[in-house]
């Protein structure tokens, strides 16, 4: 029997711009070739206006990172990316012809012992765009469509809760964030925790004097503005070394090396209180943006409590750097309204640029921090 297959709402909903995107998927990333793909590619001429010109589609494939890719060329493009920003391959041979990941792109699937979770990635601009237009996005209880086991069906009741908290309309994004933190530690730290602890952990009573605790103790303004500068041109250093993203990048990180020139300031302090009103406007979508990412990041296959903290931290890097790049963006545009554009743009940008497996993830942290699971406390200091 085929495994059950589980998807949110919005799923079906989505459909590719194409040559309409404004950030293409055929530009700056790298783009993996499976094997049979290449394996077809040896026996298929390339589009005759393709440059460089070679005899075989295979002849555009090169190693990266220990992955066979599609080489681009010096402008990080696509070699098969028609100027009207149209696939070379698909206009010529149809969509069968491409590899796996530029067939699936923005699609998503983690298989799971008992089923199948679809979604839809972020990195991509048509992704954004649709979240926007949905008040909020609903994601099924695997509970209510098949049966894991007792411990696994644990971890996917934790993580319909956290999703459920996120997407509360009396938290800010920032508030739930630490919230759902805070809650995974206290059961990280418990030897044995069961549905009654659920129970209790997310009961409103609890949810409610977190809550209180979590607003009394929020840190300084300045010390988040400072470690969220330096998270986002740690997150860059390596593509502004190979040169992608620039034309989002370069702007953004100047006016990092500005910021730092006003610590200290209270004019420094009066303008992220600005930059934040103005944030709140995306509040819906963000809380969008980090519902799915629990939907499909948090617990992935042969995951475990430790493993949720860890997407969780990395989720949170995401977040800061998404929020500081748009607040130096309103800087430099002399703290003027901040168009939608500008947020799913640098949404796209930097989902992409922090898409790493699981194992780089720990890497990252393992080489970034002094531990690998954070203390709440710091957790709080890169989101507040």
Not at 70 to 85: G, T
Not at 121 to 150: G, Q, Y
Not at 152 to 160: E, H, K, V
């Amino acid at each position: 029997y085929p495994m059950k297959q589980i998807r949110p709402d919005y799923y079906d909903h989505f459909s590719c711009t194409a040559d309409q995107c404004p950030i293409t998927c055929c530009q700056e990333w790298k783009i993996s070739v499976d094997d049979h793909t290449n394996n077809c590619w040896k026996k298929l001429a390339p589009p005759t206006d393709t440059i460089p010109a070679k005899t075989r589609l295979s002849a555009y494939t090169t190693f990266k990172d220990g992955t066979r890719v599609i080489a681009l060329d010096q402008n990080h493009r696509c070699p098969f990316l028609s100027e009207n920003k149209l696939c070379k391959l698909v206009l010529e041979h149809g969509d069968q012809v491409l590899s796996e990941t530029c067939q699936i792109f923005p699609r998503e699937t983690h298989t799971f012992d008992t089923h199948e979770e679809q979604s839809l990635m972020p990195c991509c601009p048509a992704v954004i765009d649709l979240w926007r237009n949905c008040e909020t996005l609903h994601f099924p209880k695997v509970s209510d469509l098949c049966s894991p086991a007792a411990s696994d069906a644990l971890l996917f009741s934790l993580r319909s809760r956290l999703i459920a908290l996120i997407q509360r309309p009396d938290r800010t994004p920032s508030q739930a964030l630490m919230e759902c933190f805070y809650i995974l530690r206290e059961l990280y730290h418990q030897d044995n925790w069961d549905a009654g602890t659920l129970e209790d952990y997310f009961s409103e009573q609890t949810l409610s004097e977190l809550h209180e605790a979590v607003l009394s103790a929020v840190p300084a303004l300045e010390d988040t503005i400072i470690e969220d500068n330096e998270i986002l041109q740690d997150l860059a250093v390596n593509y502004q070394k190979e040169g992608l993203y620039q034309s989002y990048l370069t702007p953004v990180l100047a006016q990092a090396e500005k910021l730092a020139d006003a610590y200290g300031t209270a004019a420094l302090s009066d303008q992220w209180k600005n930059f934040n009103h103005v944030w709140e406007e995306f509040h819906p979508l963000l809380k969008n943006v980090l519902a799915n990412e629990l939907f499909s990041d948090l617990l992935i296959p042969g995951g475990n409590l430790e493993s949720m903290i860890i997407q969780m931290q990395w989720l949170a890097l995401e977040y800061a750097a998404v929020r500081q790049s748009l607040f130096l963006t309103w800087l430099e545009h002399g703290n003027e309204k901040l168009p939608y554009e500008n947020v799913r743009d640098y949404l796209v940008i930097i989902m992409r640029m922090t898409g790493y497996d699981e194992d780089d993830i720990y890497e990252y942290l393992e080489n970034s921090f002094e531990e690998l699971v954070w203390e709440w406390g710091y957790f709080a200091l890169v989101v507040c």
